[in-house]
């Protein structure tokens, strides 16, 4: 199991831009998807997008369409999540995991510390 890091959340005010990035160390993840979830307080977690080993984007919730980005570098062994216009509700602890079933990383005890999005002014 890749050992994965999130970095790059804050306070950004709403209608701001974050980049989101998850680094894996250790192992490379060229054979693995990439996962963004999230979990805001009170709440469940929930999936936000997900990217393929090949690049390809195969999920993204309703809730972030048309302003969420999701990519990786597989030179750079990182994937990313771009968020624009974000919004209150985007305020949540974000995570990354080596796979788009939330299911499968809740049953290996994967998750990681995540990285913390709080939109407010």
């Known amino acids: 199991q890749v050992s994965l890091v999130e970095s790059g959340g804050g306070l950004v005010q709403p209608g701001g831009s974050l980049r989101l990035s998850c680094t894996a160390s250790?192992?490379?993840?060229?054979?693995?998807?990439i996962g963004w979830f999230r979990q805001a307080p009170g709440k469940e977690r929930e999936g936000v997008s997900c990217?393929?080993?090949?690049?390809?984007?195969?999920y993204v919730a309703d809730s972030v369409k048309g302003r969420f980005t999701i990519s990786r570098d597989k030179a750079k062994n990182t994937g990313y999540l771009q968020m624009n216009k974000l919004k209150p509700e985007d305020t949540a602890v974000y995570y990354c995991?080596?796979?788009?079933?939330?299911?499968?990383?809740?049953?290996?005890?994967?998750w990681g510390q995540g990285t913390l999005v709080t939109v407010s002014s």
């Open positions: 250790g192992l490379t993840l060229r054979f693995d998807a």
């Open positions: 995991a080596t796979t788009c079933d939330m299911e499968r990383v809740n049953a290996l005890n994967a």
């Open positions: 990217i393929s080993s090949s690049g390809e984007t195969t």
